[in-house]
């Protein structure tokens, strides 16, 4: 059931592993939009107009924000103070969803906290971790209230999580690659005219641990179907120099994901880099078996940074697509942003 809240109010909203493990949390509540030019909320994924067309048909209908956005920044200060402070309160939900976590959610409705929090925000930048394509349609529906001659309202924000990445952080986690069609040995022989290219007796268990330490000196890869496990390492600095782009940030010319897409798959590999030829898997089992199902390759890779990702949004750069997943999302329907109360 719906249920208005009596009075204005910023929530802290957290996400743990009721065994234990790993705990989110952030605040929930509405963001002032600015566009990408401004600095202040940063993407690093492009988007495309007809899902930004399909939620804006969506939001139009229903008059409401339905999910948060998910921003992450770098914290500290009285809004990471309210946050850790939350659960000395009793929380307004607390529930073990089927998603295996245990949420909860805390109201913030001290006008001298809220007044702290918002004086803490204000100068901070934040990066989208996800969300890109609902907070384009934020922006296009208040480009288009603007245009119709509606002034400020509601339109001008947008429900939005954000969670300091110091205390509280999510995960992050690596999209893997499949190459359906062609086997890992071949796809390790196209790459050892530039690389390092080592099998691995472990199995993927061992060329993971293997990726982790390469990872520490440069770019690396793991290569895998059920014959073959190769770790890839140590590229060829000019070869891979040479297929970069030259007016790129350094920040995006060091991702594992730039140096697959833009010098390994087209340039070591001779393949186009479509979706038809380069497919994605969120976790390892998952590439795996498609690889198998597809006689191809597991091309697997470890998790970017957060700080990686915000230095390329910060040179206002794009990434290469589906190059990170950041968990857990915030859940669907637990606070909705009512225009009729903005």
Do not use: N
Request: with cysteine; net charge negative.
């Amino acid at each position: 059931m719906l249920r208005p809240d009596p009075e204005p109010a910023l929530y802290v909203y957290e996400q743990a592993d009721p065994a234990g493990g790993h705990a989110q949390r952030g605040l929930l509540g509405a963001l002032h939009l600015s566009p990408p030019e401004d600095g202040i909320v940063l993407p690093h994924e492009s988007t495309m107009a007809g899902p930004v067309a399909d939620r804006l048909a969506l939001y139009d209908a229903v008059g409401a924000d339905l999910e948060p956005i998910f921003l992450v920044y770098d914290g500290g200060g009285a809004a990471a103070d309210a946050v850790a402070a939350a659960d000395t309160g009793t929380p307004l939900v607390d529930a073990d969803l089927p998603d295996g976590l245990r949420h909860r959610l805390w109201a913030l409705t001290d006008r001298d906290a809220l007044e702290a929090v918002a004086a803490d925000l204000l100068p901070r930048t934040a990066l989208i971790a996800d969300g890109h394509h609902r907070y384009a349609t934020y922006l296009r529906r208040q480009a288009d209230h603007h245009a119709a001659g509606h002034g400020r309202g509601p339109w001008d924000a947008g429900l939005c999580l954000l969670v300091d990445a110091t205390s509280f952080g999510p995960q992050v986690h690596p999209i893997h690659r499949v190459v359906p069609g062609v086997p890992a040995a071949v796809l390790a022989r196209r790459t050892a005219a530039a690389a390092a290219v080592a099998p691995v007796a472990g199995g993927v268990t061992e060329a993971l641990r293997a990726l982790g330490l390469a990872r520490r000196a440069g770019p690396a890869f793991v290569l895998a179907d059920r014959d073959s496990v190769h770790l890839v390492s140590q590229l060829d600095a000019d070869r891979l120099d040479a297929a970069l782009p030259a007016d790129r940030s350094p920040a995006w010319r060091a991702l594992d994901v730039t140096v697959l897409h833009r010098f390994l798959v087209p340039e070591l590999w001779g393949l186009p880099d479509d979706e038809e030829t380069v497919g994605f898997e969120h976790d390892v089992e998952a590439a795996l078996r498609r690889a198998d199902a597809t006689s191809g390759t597991a091309v697997l890779l470890g998790p970017t940074p957060v700080e990686s990702v915000a230095a390329v949004a910060a040179a206002g750069e794009r990434m290469p697509r589906k190059s990170t997943l950041f968990t857990p999302k915030p859940r669907s329907g637990l606070v909705l942003r009512d225009h009729r109360d903005a």
